[in-house]
C-alpha cells in the first residue's frame, strides 16, 4: 500500500484505516482479509491484529506529503463506511481529501446507504468536491441495491465496481454513474467469471455511453487471466483536470 499500487485503475492507495467485516457475498474471498491475517500474532508486525478494524492515524495527513497528483484509492484493506469507524475520524479523513486537492481521491464501499447518508449530512445536495469520487462494490443482481445508494449519493462521479463479478447483474439502470469497473475473483478459491455476465455489462456501457473499464479475468493469481475481453483491453475513465 502508499504511493504505488498494482490496482490498474488508480495510481496510489491509502488507509488511514486497515480491517473490515465480511457483509456480503463478494466478501467471501477477500484477498485483504487473506492478506493480512497471514501476519496475525507477529508481534510489531503492521497486521498484527489481523483484519481487525483498526484506525490509523499516523497515515491521516499521507496525502499532503504526495507533491504529484494522484489517484488515491481511499482504503484498500478497509471500509471507510464500517460501522466500527468513528464519525470523526471519518470527518478527519475528509477533511485531509479537501486539503490535499490536488490528488483525486477514489472512495469505494459495500456500505452504500452510510456512505450516502454521510455525504449527505457533510455537504448537502450542493455534493462533494470535484476530486472526491464515490463507488460501490456490486458482485452481482442481488446487490444492486447498493447502486441506486450511489445515485442518490451527491457526488460529480459516482464509479461502479463490479468485481468479483459473481453472477449476471442484468439490465440496470446505469443513470447517474460515470464509470463502471468489472473484473473476476483472484485467489486460491477464485469463483469463475462468465463472458456472457462480462458482455453483457460492457455492451450496457457502450449503450449509455459510459466508460468501461475491464480490470482483470481473475484466477488463482490476479493477472491468470489477462485484461483482455474479447481480444480487446478495455481501459476507458472520467477525465480528471489536475
Not at 163 to 182: A, T, Y
Request: glycine fraction near 10%; include cysteine.
Amino acid at each position: 500500500m502508499g504511493d504505488n499500487t498494482p490496482i490498474e485503475w488508480t495510481d496510489a492507495t491509502w488507509n488511514p484505516v486497515t480491517g473490515c467485516t465480511k457483509i456480503a457475498r463478494g466478501c467471501d474471498n477477500c484477498y485483504a482479509a487473506r492478506f493480512t491475517e497471514r501476519f496475525r500474532g507477529t508481534p510489531g508486525h503492521p497486521f498484527e491484529k489481523g483484519f481487525d478494524v483498526t484506525l490509523r492515524p499516523e497515515r491521516l495527513s499521507q496525502p499532503l506529503s504526495w507533491r504529484r497528483p494522484r489517484r488515491i484509492f481511499v482504503n484498500s484493506v478497509s471500509d471507510l463506511f464500517h460501522k466500527d469507524i468513528p464519525p470523526e475520524f471519518v470527518d478527519q479523513v475528509f477533511d485531509t481529501m479537501e486539503t490535499a486537492d490536488h490528488h483525486l481521491y477514489q472512495i469505494l464501499t459495500k456500505r452504500s446507504s452510510l456512505m450516502r447518508d454521510y455525504v449527505v449530512r457533510r455537504y448537502g445536495h450542493a455534493g462533494a468536491p470535484a476530486h472526491i469520487w464515490c463507488g460501490v462494490s456490486v458482485e452481482d443482481r442481488a446487490a444492486t441495491t447498493r447502486l441506486r445508494h450511489l445515485q442518490q449519493t451527491p457526488v460529480p462521479i459516482r464509479f461502479l465496481s463490479i468485481e468479483p463479478l459473481l453472477g449476471p447483474i442484468g439490465d440496470i439502470d446505469l443513470g447517474g454513474i460515470s464509470w463502471v469497473i468489472v473484473g473476476g475473483e483472484s485467489g486460491p478459491k477464485a469463483r469463475p467469471m462468465r463472458e456472457e455476465w462480462a458482455l453483457q455489462i460492457r455492451d450496457l456501457c457502450q449503450r449509455c455511453g459510459i466508460p468501461f473499464f475491464f480490470k482483470q479475468w481473475g484466477g488463482v493469481r490476479p493477472k491468470s487471466g489477462g485484461r483482455e475481453l474479447q481480444g480487446t483491453e478495455y481501459n476507458d475513465m472520467p477525465a480528471w483536470e489536475t
